[in-house]
T-cell receptor, first 108, second 114 residues
Framework: EDQVTQSPEALRLQEGESSSLNCSYT??????LFWYRQDPGKGPEFLFT???AGEEKEKERLKATLTKKESFLHITAPKPEDSATYLC?????????FGKGTRLSVIA | GAVVSQHPSRVICKSGTSVKIECRSL??????MFWYRQFPKKSLMLMAT?????????EQGVEKDKFLINHASLTLSTLTVTSAHPEDSSFYIC??????????FGPGTRLTVL
């Protein structure tokens, strides 16, 4: 059975304090690992897709990396506007299996 | 990124009535769309996969007669919650598939059943 675990469940950072979010998964035949950002009361916003171990992608203060069993979302010098829930979703086929997410709060 | 809209953004209805939620892809054609449900502080749970011109595929435990999905065009899928009850109150989110892998999500619809 496909499983995905995100840690920590919640993270509180001071503005400028870099950190990493973890997504570990057990999915056979992984096609891709997706990262989304979700603000309260809104739909998820697509961030990245990673397809193979060793791959990295960056967008502004975010960088996603992928190994065979986990993915990290690194946040460098975060700002309050980065506060959101970050969801990862490994996919074996098209339907995504979402983790519970990490609720990030960045305090000014 | 691709844009998906949903209407209405929020709806309140009485128990026993039916509610229709629309999901539109605004700048791409979505052969495949997905419907999710999200309870407070929980992750998204896939309800069904909708393919244009064919019957939707429902996930285990989702009542197909209660959650009617129609995907009559490449830009519109609808979810109708029939005979809604308070336990159906939730946040319903749709997504459209772009290419073979990436889903772009709508803003969601908050359903409250009194």
């Amino acid at each position: 059975e496909d499983q995905v675990t995100q840690s920590p469940e919640a993270l509180r950072l001071q503005e400028g304090e870099s950190s990493s979010l973890n997504c570990s998964y057990t999915v056979s035949g992984l096609r891709g690992l997706f990262w989304y950002r979700q603000d309260p009361g809104k739909g998820p916003e697509f961030l990245f897709t990673l397809y193979s171990a060793g791959e990295e992608k960056e967008k502004e203060r975010l960088k996603a990396t992928l190994t065979k069993k986990e993915s990290f979302l690194h946040i460098t010098a975060p700002k309050p506007e980065d506060s959101a829930t970050y969801l990862c979703a490994p996919a074996r086929n098209t339907p995504l299996v979402f983790g519970k997410g990490t609720r990030l709060s960045v305090i000014a | 990124g691709a844009v998906v809209s949903q209407h209405p953004s929020r709806v309140i209805c009485k128990s026993g009535t039916s509610v229709k939620i629309e999901c539109r892809s605004l700048d791409f054609q979505a052969t495949t769309m997905f419907w999710y449900r999200q309870f407070p502080k929980k992750s998204l749970m896939l309800m069904a996969t909708s393919n244009e011109g064919s019957k939707a595929t429902y996930e285990q435990g989702v009542e197909k007669d209660k959650f009617l999905i129609n995907h009559a065009s490449l830009t519109l899928s609808t979810l109708t919650v029939t005979s809604a009850h308070p336990e159906d109150s939730s946040f319903y989110i749709c997504s459209g598939l772009v290419g073979t892998d990436t889903q772009y999500f709508g803003p969601g619809t908050r359903l409250t059943v009194l």
